[in-house]
């Protein structure tokens, strides 16, 4: 194109020079011919050289697009690059993340796994038993721990020889839901500073609804107001009541089955247990008409099962008022004596009102023992002799009772507070050679007249601080008055 552009122009020079066109010489022709040929050999030339420099400048500009090209991938390379380390800083930061949330999680559930063991302990009763013993009841499952102690002090008047301390009792309750219908429950105590263990308690419930439910192990018996609940502070006086002692021989347990529940408000246990074993070696605590048959008590120790005992207990509770009782009945001999029956029934009724700060209960129990007569005869009392001496006989009926009255006064300055200040007085009577066998007399120092009057602070509803006077009057023999101090604590 260059080339064609040289010859466009060089045209009208040569017509514009003098002789020129067709009309010249021959010689002026040749010089013409040859100027033009130089001239297109210079502007060929010159071509070639524009031709050249324009493929240089071609070349140059595609080296050139080249290297931007090289630029520009090396550019997106980079930016690849920088993309790919931008995506992986990002992954980087979620899986930090992730393992952050987990460290939180895992804390969370730490924390709440300490919160179900370490639970605050609910202050309801199961089924009639104490509200730390119930504890398993209320746990959505697993393990569950409860316990309670108690301390006492007794200053008995003109008698400093009778004066002592005790850690009466320290208890473990330990509880295992499997699930919402299997529990099981038990009661370790360690009674007078370790003195004494035994096993209160230990059985299993099955829950098949609120009306039917089995129980099978070593059970408390159910009769009164303080066998099932026990635990000091939910029961006024440093020391429990003389009748729900040797009447009725708190804290009793045996082995057994049976079924309880609850409906519409009334409440029912029904247990074939082991009998009672009378002629058991009761060491150094012998049956004895001072406490009748509290010592014939098993507890569940490789207890002979020769003769079955059952029980029948039934409580109905409506508003503030709760009013209840318990038959007993079974054969106490294990027929260690061929000839010897000793059938035992054992009958109480209770009622208890809590109302605006005021409780009261009232409590009637009486018991027979069959064959007392010859069951006397066979026993071996405290001096080795064989036979209980007539006046140390063991009542073929027993009765007695008792009355309580308190008042919580915090109730009138603090309504609805977690402490409570409570005066109380309870009056007890009972006589435990009611009526004797034949051959026997009636022993006037256990036909008893006693009068506890104190007071019962609770801090907080599981700590208690009691103080009580108490006077126990026989119909023969002197009286005692004493005072007692105690502490306690159930979780």
Same mark, same amino acid.
């Given at each position: 194109m260059?080339a064609? &552009?040289a010859v466009?122009?060089?045209?009208?020079a040569?017509?514009?020079?003098?002789?020129?066109?067709?009309?010249?010489?021959e010689?002026?022709?040749?010089e013409?011919?040859d100027?033009?040929?130089?001239?297109?050999?210079?502007?060929?030339?010159? +071509?070639?050289a524009?031709?050249?420099?324009?493929?240089?400048?071609d070349a140059?500009?595609?080296?050139?697009?080249?290297?931007?090209?090289d630029a520009?991938?090396?550019?997106?390379?980079?930016?690849?690059?920088?993309?790919?380390?931008?995506k992986?800083?990002t *992954?980087g930061?979620d899986?930090?993340?992730?393992?952050?949330?987990?460290?939180?999680?895992?804390?969370?559930?730490?924390? &709440?796994?300490?919160?179900?063991?370490?639970?605050?302990?609910?202050y309801?009763?199961?089924?009639?038993m104490?509200?730390?013993?119930?504890?398993v009841?209320?746990?959505?499952?697993?393990?569950?721990?409860?316990g309670?102690?108690?301390?006492t002090?007794?200053?008995?008047?003109?008698?400093?020889?009778?004066?002592q301390?005790?850690?009466?009792?320290?208890?473990?309750y330990?509880g295992?839901r499997f699930d919402?219908?299997?529990?099981?429950n038990?009661e370790?105590?360690?009674e007078?500073?370790?003195?004494?263990?035994?096993v209160?308690?230990?059985y299993?419930?099955f829950?098949?609804?609120?009306a039917v439910?089995?129980?099978?192990g070593?059970?408390?018996v159910p009769?009164g107001?303080i066998?099932?609940?026990?635990?000091?502070?939910?029961f006024?006086?440093?020391f429990r009541p003389d009748?729900?002692?040797?009447?009725?021989?708190t804290?009793?347990?045996? #082995?057994g089955?049976?079924?309880h529940?609850e409906?519409?408000?009334?409440r029912?246990?029904?247990f074939?247990? #082991?009998?009672?074993d009378v002629f058991r070696?009761a060491g150094?605590?012998?049956v004895?008409?001072?406490?009748?048959?509290?010592?014939s008590?098993?507890?569940?120790?490789?207890?002979?099962? +020769?003769?079955?005992?059952g029980?029948v207990n039934l409580?109905?509770?409506?508003?503030?008022?709760?009013?209840?009782?318990a038959?007993?009945?079974?054969?106490a001999?294990?027929?260690r004596i061929?000839g010897?029956?000793?059938d035992?029934f054992l009958g109480e009724?209770?009622?208890?009102?809590?109302?605006?700060?005021v409780?009261?209960?009232?409590?009637g129990?009486?018991?027979t023992?069959?064959?007392?007569?010859?069951?006397n005869?066979?026993?071996?009392n405290?001096t080795?002799?064989?036979?209980?001496?007539?006046?140390?006989g063991?009542?073929?009926r027993v009765?007695?009772?008792y009355a309580?009255v308190?008042?919580?006064?915090?109730?009138?300055?603090?309504?609805?507070?977690?402490?409570s200040?409570a005066?109380f007085a309870?009056?007890e009577r009972?006589?435990l #050679?009611?009526r004797?066998? *034949?051959?026997f007399?009636?022993?006037g120092?256990v036909?008893?007249?006693?009068?506890t009057?104190g007071l019962?602070?609770k801090?907080?509803?599981t700590?208690?601080?009691k103080?009580?006077?108490?006077?126990?009057?026989?119909r023969t023999?002197d009286?005692?008055d004493?005072?007692?101090l105690?502490?306690?604590f159930?979780?």
């Open positions: 260059i064609s &552009l466009v122009i060089a045209a009208p040569l017509a514009a020079v003098p002789g020129g066109g067709s009309g010249g010489s010689e002026q022709q040749m013409t011919k100027a033009t040929a130089g001239k297109d050999a210079a502007a060929g030339k010159d +071509a070639a524009g031709k050249d420099a324009a493929a240089g400048k140059a500009a595609g080296k050139d697009a080249a290297a931007g090209k520009a991938a090396g550019k997106d390379a980079a930016a690849g690059k920088d993309a790919t380390a931008g992986d800083a *992954a930061k899986e930090a993340a992730s393992k952050e949330e987990v460290r939180t999680l895992a804390e969370e559930i730490r924390r &709440l796994k300490l919160e179900i063991g370490l639970r605050d302990v609910e309801q009763s199961f089924a009639g104490g509200p730390a013993a119930s504890k009841y209320f746990a959505p499952k697993g393990l569950s721990i409860g309670y102690g108690e301390f002090y007794r200053n008995v008047a003109d008698h400093a020889s009778l004066d301390s005790d850690l009466l009792r320290a208890v473990l330990a295992y919402p219908h299997i529990v099981f038990s370790i105590e360690f007078h500073a370790g003195r004494e263990v035994s209160e308690f230990a299993l419930d829950l098949f609804t609120d439910r089995l129980r099978v070593n059970v408390l009769i107001f066998n099932q609940m026990h635990e000091p502070a939910f006024n006086g440093v009748v729900e002692r040797f009447l009725i021989p804290t009793w347990s045996e #082995n089955v049976g079924i529940g409906v519409a408000g009334l029912y246990k029904a074939l247990l #082991n009998g009672l070696d150094s605590e012998p004895e008409a001072a406490s009748w048959l509290r010592e008590r098993t507890g569940g120790a490789e207890a002979l099962a +020769a003769t079955p005992a029980i409580e109905y509770a409506t508003g503030p008022a709760t009013v209840g009782g038959v007993y009945y079974g054969r001999d294990q027929r061929p010897v029956r000793a035992v009724v209770h009622g208890q009102v809590a109302w605006r700060g409780t009261a209960r009232v409590l129990v009486v018991g023992l069959g064959d007392a007569a010859a069951v005869a066979h026993l071996v405290g080795g002799g064989v036979g209980l001496a007539p006046d140390e063991l009542g073929s009765q007695g009772g309580e308190a008042y919580d006064v915090l109730s009138l300055v603090a309504p609805g507070g977690a402490s200040l005066p309870r009056v009972y006589d #050679n009611a004797v066998p *034949a051959g007399v009636r022993n120092a036909d008893r007249t006693v009068v009057a019962t602070y801090p907080i509803p700590v208690v601080v103080a009580d006077w108490q006077r126990r009057d026989p023999g009286a005692t004493q005072l007692n105690g502490a306690g159930v979780f």
